[in-house]
């Protein structure tokens, strides 16, 4: 049995939660709630665990913005079920930063407030139809890559979260090289289609693994806490490695044109993104930082009946059964 698989809830209730952090993580066993942890390793995850989850529910929009205008009704349905899951991704993740004793209304608060950040891919337009497909194979795909390491990051919540959401991410990557796939196949318009978005996305998608190793701010503390498995630049090469024969298949091209096989290295040489960009768009200056941010506000706005009658209906649930359990109290008593 690995290290891996003793990670599980079974696990976390028998184990007698007198281990010390470090020993844990040289044993590469999980952190659980319960157990001490440093004050960084407990902010460092708040904030990471919000930031995915703020970017699951804002990665919402720019897909939902095709929901109406979806081709065909097969390809609605799907569109839909992906842009669901992303919002269950969300609620994994909030219960599983709450689980670090933060709120998950308090985080909601900080991203309306622009003090806590969503990746900024989500901050350029979808232009076409095509988008979706593109946003699909490269956006969910970079994600994946991302997102496998940590299924074994040192923070059991945030890791078994990792496994459920990677397993539907994976529907993603495939539902979007499908519908390029079927593109691709298609009209001379609808080639030309694909490979705009390919052309809009590539880049963006390769600046998802963050700043290059040497400018990266939380990397190594990142590493020696285990909750980071590989650097920055690791997982983008892998990244590149992944999607250049997935593009030939579709038959769309890279736009870098320093893009070659290495055969010393192993690996493909490319085109490193503008990493100015990403910082401008970081810092609030992408395409539609202003309509994603005014967009999520007044969704919250318009959800608050939402949250008011869901509260309301638990604390009558919560009222019933206290009741019933007294009653039953008294049946006890007056039979005794
Ligand atoms: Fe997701
Ligand atoms: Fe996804």
């Given at each position: 049995?690995?290290?891996?698989?003793?990670?599980?809830?079974?696990?976390?209730?028998?184990?007698?939660?007198?281990?010390?952090?470090?020993?844990?993580?040289?044993?590469?066993?999980?952190?659980?709630?319960?157990?001490?942890?440093?004050?960084?390793?407990?902010?460092?995850?708040?904030?990471?665990?919000?930031?995915?989850?703020?970017?699951?529910?804002?990665?919402?929009?720019?897909?939902?913005?095709?929901?109406?205008?979806?081709?065909?009704?097969?390809?609605?349905?799907?569109?839909?079920?992906?842009?669901?899951?992303?919002?269950?991704?969300?609620?994994?993740?909030?219960?599983?930063?709450?689980?670090?004793?933060?709120?998950?209304a308090d985080l909601l608060d900080q991203l309306h407030a622009g003090t806590q950040k969503y990746s900024s891919i989500f901050n350029y337009p979808t232009l076409t139809w095509a988008d979706v497909g593109?946003?699909?194979?490269?956006?969910?795909?970079?994600?994946?890559?991302?997102?496998?390491?940590?299924?074994?990051?040192?923070?059991?919540?945030?890791?078994?979260?990792?496994?459920?959401?990677?397993?539907?991410?994976?529907?993603?990557?495939?539902?979007?090289?499908?519908?390029?796939?079927?593109?691709?196949?298609?009209?001379?318009?609808?080639?030309?289609?694909?490979?705009?978005?390919?052309?809009?996305?590539?880049?963006?998608?390769?600046?998802?693994?963050?700043?290059?190793?040497?400018?990266?701010?939380?990397?190594?503390?990142?590493?020696?806490?285990?909750?980071?498995?590989?650097?920055?630049?690791?997982?983008?090469?892998?990244?590149?490695?992944?999607?250049?024969?997935?593009?030939?298949?579709?038959?769309?091209?890279?736009?870098?044109?320093?893009?070659?096989?290495?055969?010393?290295?192993?690996?493909?040489?490319?085109?490193?993104?503008?990493?100015?960009?990403?910082?401008?768009?970081?810092?609030?200056?992408?395409?539609?930082?202003?309509?994603?941010?005014?967009?999520?506000?007044?969704?919250?706005?318009?959800?608050?009946?939402?949250?008011e009658a869901a509260l309301a209906y638990a604390a009558r649930q919560s009222e019933t059964a206290v009741s019933a359990a007294a009653a039953g109290d008294a049946r006890r008593g007056s039979a005794a």
């Amino acid at each position: 049995m690995g290290a891996s698989d003793r990670s599980g809830p079974e696990f976390a209730d028998h184990r007698d939660g007198e281990h010390s952090f470090d020993a844990l993580l040289a044993a590469d066993e999980r952190i659980e709630p319960r157990d001490q942890m440093p004050d960084g390793y407990r902010r460092g995850l708040v904030r990471q665990m919000a930031q995915h989850a703020h970017s699951e529910i804002i990665g919402m929009q720019p897909e939902a913005n095709w929901i109406t205008r979806a081709p065909s009704l097969r390809r609605k349905a799907i569109l839909m079920a992906k842009v669901q899951d992303e919002a269950g991704h969300g609620l994994y993740l909030y219960a599983a930063a709450e689980t670090l004793g933060v709120s998950r209304a308090d985080l909601l608060d900080q991203l309306h407030a622009g003090t806590q950040k969503y990746s900024s891919i989500f901050n350029y337009p979808t232009l076409t139809w095509a988008d979706v497909g593109a946003i699909g194979w490269l956006v969910d795909g970079a994600a994946i890559t991302n997102q496998v390491p940590l299924c074994r990051c040192s923070y059991g919540p945030y890791a078994r979260a990792m496994v459920r959401i990677c397993k539907e991410e994976s529907f993603h990557q495939r539902q979007g090289f499908d519908l390029l796939l079927t593109l691709t196949r298609g009209t001379p318009r609808q080639r030309e289609m694909s490979q705009d978005a390919v052309d809009r996305w590539w880049y963006p998608s390769l600046a998802m693994f963050g700043p290059p190793d040497g400018r990266s701010t939380h990397g190594e503390q990142s590493a020696r806490w285990g909750i980071k498995r590989f650097s920055n630049d690791e997982l983008r090469q892998r990244f590149v490695d992944m999607t250049v024969p997935q593009a030939a298949v579709l038959g769309v091209t890279i736009p870098d044109p320093q893009l070659r096989w290495n055969p010393e290295r192993g690996h493909h040489d490319f085109t490193e993104p503008d990493y100015d960009e990403l910082f401008r768009v970081i810092s609030g200056a992408g395409p539609c930082n202003r309509q994603r941010m005014e967009h999520r506000r007044r969704a919250h706005d318009e959800g608050a009946w939402v949250r008011e009658a869901a509260l309301a209906y638990a604390a009558r649930q919560s009222e019933t059964a206290v009741s019933a359990a007294a009653a039953g109290d008294a049946r006890r008593g007056s039979a005794a």
